[in-house]
């Protein structure tokens, strides 16, 4: 070996340690003497490396999109559409309905003959969503027109409402202040779910009722005779539908009217109460359908003390968009003294009477506590979300359980790594040397990857450290014996090394090269922990063929070319 | 110069026999320890499926005077949770790990159970021992608490069976695209043989979990991936050397040459392994009990993927490398070429050779 391929080599050495351990230990601003200090050095390694929820502590929740509920609702709301449509052209149906069973959504319009057939489809789709070919699929038979959503435009939509809903469960993580949440599609295409990562939330009991809240708002006109007449009210939900004769028609609902009740943040049925009693509605209502304005009209909604309330009584006060305050003034114009309700999440939370014409703005009472109150604006705010969602997945981890884990882990590494180092110089004594330089060399290297990569610490990562280490052992061992080998069979110092790498290193790349293929595989398919195991894997290889080669050859080259050597001799 | 194994003769493959039959005994006992597990009613099950597969929600909690097992299950009977089970963290002398199993199968199941645990076993507690301390204080800096819930583990039916599905479907790629590499550096019998001792091992390991009941979590399955990695390590390292053995000594036997090379690779065999059984020694003994699934499933691991690679992997190269190459030498290169050979009735000894190699 020539004296300047060595110069070169060990530049390019030092320029990597140096780099690398930079990038560990030093900070990523501007420099100054206090980061490399020892408490400085322990702070920037601190900020640099990014720990696992595993170890640093949090919360982390996968969570499903109930995107059935979403078409079904499309389904039904298009439904509903169609009849109207009909009805209004004057075209003689029988009736309209939906059918949302064993994973179909489909419109289905009844003609009382098939003469009007096309005229009636071509009606509805003039007036309706149906008319989206790319969603819809009409076709008809006998008397029916039938409008389907296909297997694709089903995986499209669950799609959109997946991406909906992490952009509002991002506008509401925002509005409360959760700290570099990580928010992101999980699981399989198809399998509609999100997960959320918030460091350091330890309970995350009230994240999960302000992302779970649907916050569907909708105004709409209660039935009832009148003000000054009281509002109409039925005791049970079979009394109000009797009073519909039996069967509720399609432009008319029943539902629950929580009179002053306390509702919480989340609201709807998802919340277990913590006392069932508090939760029955004192009453129910007939309602007209559609709504007069919902949510995706609105402009603002913030909490506010309620006039001549304590202190926990709150009320949501909202105001609308220019489109819905038209709208919603010109229907109140219309419908003075008739009653009008607040629908939230298929809930009435308050009736008033209509005295004047309204033109943009509304309160919600319902002595709300002011956290509840907020809470609630914030969701409004954000928007309703496209469907509900549930959580298949809830793991915290407190600060001292991964601080724990992280103590475990270290104290393991280094007894391991002690005992590693001291076999090494003691059975290949010098060069074994060689073998621990190589080692530390790796690990720095490997953590200022994981640091370039922006990859975080998990536990399993911490597992995959391990079998790099075992790895970049077993490489060093491999060229040493192999040295020893060709020393044993009579050949020269400097040809037994040459020959010794060369080849030992076919058997290293050939390990390696398996191990990363599989840890590939790993990362492409895996999530979480699996990954986080692959990620530290693949980097400690490809990092050990420099380490435990590259260096530990220059080494050697190193050795062999110092003044003065006996040439006959090497330590290993 | 210090050195484990000088010029050692022995003679691997002619205990072949002994080896395969050690094994397969090993993986009997383990699979007959999950089928009877699983088939007697009312007792454990094959597999002691941690909350991460199974479902359920596990949650950890310090207490300041920790209570027995009975007063908390009966805390938690009182508010109506049934089959709580408390176990006690070995490491640390006032933790417990409250586990609540599954809550139903359904796919609406989900919610409930990700929502009861922690609010559930909140109310229990704080209705018997007093309360929890404050959200952003540990236990000794709040005097008044009673206790502090420190993580919590909830998994829903769904999740629990994909992460389940997908550990197994990862595990079998990576098992594949190990083969296709090792068949395509040396010979598809080399990797087949190589794929099946890493078969062997976590079957064996896997047999050790089920017949102790070691809980299997999300790190065993780390580990098990971990000794897949090593345990192909190791038979890539002997293999390497019968492949440049043979081209250096053409006229030697396969048998002959697979015995040298192991021999040749002990000593490195014995220090790797060796240096890495003792590391993840130091795991099982300082790791505490986060990670004693993990380090126990590596030291099993790392013992058998060693020994499967001398036991298991080179016995079954050279059975199968030696069927396959008579094969060949059998079949004339005309025959083998073209479908030429199955009209030729002169020679029907070709065929069935080929047709056994390809068995």
């Known amino acids: 070996m020539k004296k300047k391929n060595l110069l070169q080599r060990v530049i390019i050495i030092v320029v990597i340690t140096l780099v690398g351990l930079y990038i560990v230990i030093g900070p990523r601003h501007r420099p100054t003497r206090s980061d490399f200090t020892w408490s400085g050095i322990k702070n920037s390694l601190r900020n640099n490396i990014h720990l696992g929820l595993d170890l640093k502590g949090g919360s982390h929740l996968v969570m499903r999109v109930k995107t059935d509920e979403y078409l079904k609702r499309l389904a039904d709301g298009n439904a509903l559409a169609a009849e109207k449509a009909a009805k209004d052209a004057g075209l003689p149906i029988k009736g309209a309905r939906a059918n949302t069973t064993g994973g179909n959504y489909q419109v289905i319009v009844e003609a009382n003959d098939g003469s009007q057939l096309q005229a009636i489809r071509d009606e509805v789709q003039k007036k309706t969503d149906l008319n989206d070919s790319s969603v819809w699929g009409a076709s008809t038979s006998g008397n029916t027109v039938t409008w389907s959503i296909s297997g694709t435009a089903q995986r499209y939509l669950s799609q959109q409402a997946v991406d909906q809903a992490l952009k509002i469960i991002d506008s509401r993580l925002n ?25 350091g939330i330890q309970d995350p009991e009230r994240i999960k009722s302000l992302l779970g809240s649907e916050s569907r708002l909708e105004l709409v006109h209660v039935i009832s005779p009148p003000s000054p007449s009281p509002i109409q009210k039925y005791a049970t939900e079979q009394e109000a539908i009797q009073s519909l004769g039996g069967t509720v028609p399609s432009n008319r609902r029943v539902v629950p009217y929580f009179d002053r009740d306390e509702p919480t943040a989340g609201g709807g049925a998802q919340q277990p109460s913590p006392d069932p009693n508090a939760k029955k509605p004192s009453s129910y209502v007939v309602i007209e359908v559609p709504s007069v304005v919902d949510g995706s009209e609105l ?61 943009d703005s509304g309160e919600i009472s319902g002595r709300f506590t002011k956290q509840s109150a907020e809470d609630l604006a914030v969701t409004l705010r954000s928007g309703a979300l496209p469907a509900r969602i549930e959580y298949l997945e809830e793991r915290t981890v407190g600060p001292s359980l991964g601080a724990d884990s992280i103590k475990a882990g270290v104290t393991a590494s280094l007894v391991g790594l002690a005992l590693v180092v001291s076999f090494m110089l003691f059975y290949y004594r010098g060069s074994g040397i060689n073998a621990v330089v190589a080692l530390l060399l790796n690990m720095i290297l490997m953590m200022a990857g994981l640091i370039i990569f922006g990859a975080t610490l998990t536990l399993p990562g ?59 595989f790993l990362f492409v398919f895996g999530t979480g922990p699996i990954r986080g195991f692959a990620v530290t894997l693949v980097l400690g290889l490809v990092i050990n063929l420099f380490s435990a080669v590259y260096v530990s050859r220059t080494i050697f080259i190193w050795l062999l070319n110092r003044e003065g050597r006996r040439p006959d001799a090497l330590s290993i | 110069m210090i050195q484990f194994f000088k010029d050692v003769k022995i003679d691997w493959l002619a205990n072949r026999r002994a080896f395969i039959v050690v094994s397969l005994l090993l993986m009997l006992i383990g699979l007959a320890s999950a089928v009877i597990r699983q088939a007697v009613p009312g007792g454990t099950e094959a597999f002691n499926l941690g909350v991460d597969f199974k479902g359920g929600t596990v949650i950890t909690v310090q207490f300041r005077q920790r209570p027995t097992a009975e007063e908390i299950n009966r805390a938690m009977t009182k508010i109506g949770v049934k089959d709580a089970i408390i176990q006690p963290v070995a490491d640390k002398a006032d933790q417990d ?8 199968s359904g796919e609406g199941q989900n919610q409930a159970q990700v929502d009861i645990g922690r609010s559930e076993v909140k109310k229990a507690l704080d209705e018997a021992f007093g309360p929890e301390a404050a959200h952003d204080k540990d236990l000794n800096s709040d005097p008044q608490a009673a206790y502090k819930i420190l993580g ?24 594949l695209g190990i083969l296709a590499y090792i068949g395509f ?37 780390a580990a098990l991936l971990t000794l897949v990695g090593f345990s192909v390590n190791d038979t890539i390292v002997v293999f390497d050397r019968i492949r440049e053995n043979r081209r250096l000594h053409r006229r ?7 015995n040298d090379a192991i021999n040749q690779t002990l000593s490195r065999t014995v220090i790797t392994s060796g240096l890495v059984f ?45 069927r396959v190459e008579a094969a060949n030498l059998r079949t004339p290169p005309v025959a083998r070429s073209s479908s030429t050979s199955a009209a030729r009735p002169a020679s029907p000894r070709p065929r069935a050779g080929a047709r056994r190699a390809g068995a």
Do not use: C
């Not at chain 1, 399998?191 to 918030?198: A, H, P, R």
């Not at chain 1, 419908?335 to 033109?359: C, H, P, R, T, W």
């Open chain 1, 175 to 199: 509005a409360v202040g959760v700290v570099e949440p990580v928010l992101q599609t999980h699981g399989a295409t198809g399998s509609n779910q999100i997960l959320l990562q918030m460091p």
């Open chain 1, 299 to 359: 402009r603002n909604a913030s909490a506010i003390n309620s006039r001549g309330g304590g202190t926990d009584d709150y009320q949501i006060q909202f105001s609308l968009k220019p489109n819905g305050a038209q709208k919603f003034g010109a229907w109140t114009g219309a419908n003075i003294n008739e009653y009008m309700g607040v629908l939230l999440n298929d809930q009435i939370k308050s009736i008033a009477f209509i005295k004047s014409q309204i033109s």
């Open chain 1, 462 to 520: 911490i597992a995959g450290i391990i079998l790099t280490v075992g790895m970049a052992v077993d490489s060093n061992v491999l060229i040493f014996e192999r040295i020893r080998e060709e020393l044993r069979t009579g050949k020269t110092v400097a040809s037994a090394v040459e020959q010794g790498f060369a080849r030992a290193f076919v058997t290293i790349i050939d390990t390696h090269v398996t191990t990363i293929i599989s840890s590939l």
């Open chain 2, 97 to 104: 790990l409250i586990k609540l199993p599954q809550q139903g």
């Open chain 2, 152 to 175: 919590t583990d909830a998994v829903g039916p769904v999740a629990g069976r994909q992460l389940r599905n997908q550990a197994i479907a990862v595990t079998l790629l990576a098992l």
């Open chain 2, 185 to 221: 550096r040396f010979e598809w019998t080399y990797g087949a043989a190589a794929v099946i001792a890493v078969f062997h091992d976590v079957l064996v390991t896997l047999g050790f979990f089920s017949i102790f009941q070691w809980e299997i979590s999300l790190t065993v399955i």
């Open chain 2, 252 to 258: 030697e036997s396969l048998y002959d040459i697979t």
């Open chain 2, 278 to 322: 003792l590391s993840v020694l130091a795991m099982v003994l300082f790791g505490g009990e986060v990670l004693f699934g993990f380090s126990v499933a590596l030291l099993i691991g790392i013992l058998f993927g060693t020994y499967s690679s001398i036991a298991i992997a080179s016995p079954i190269m050279v059975w199968w490398q030696k």
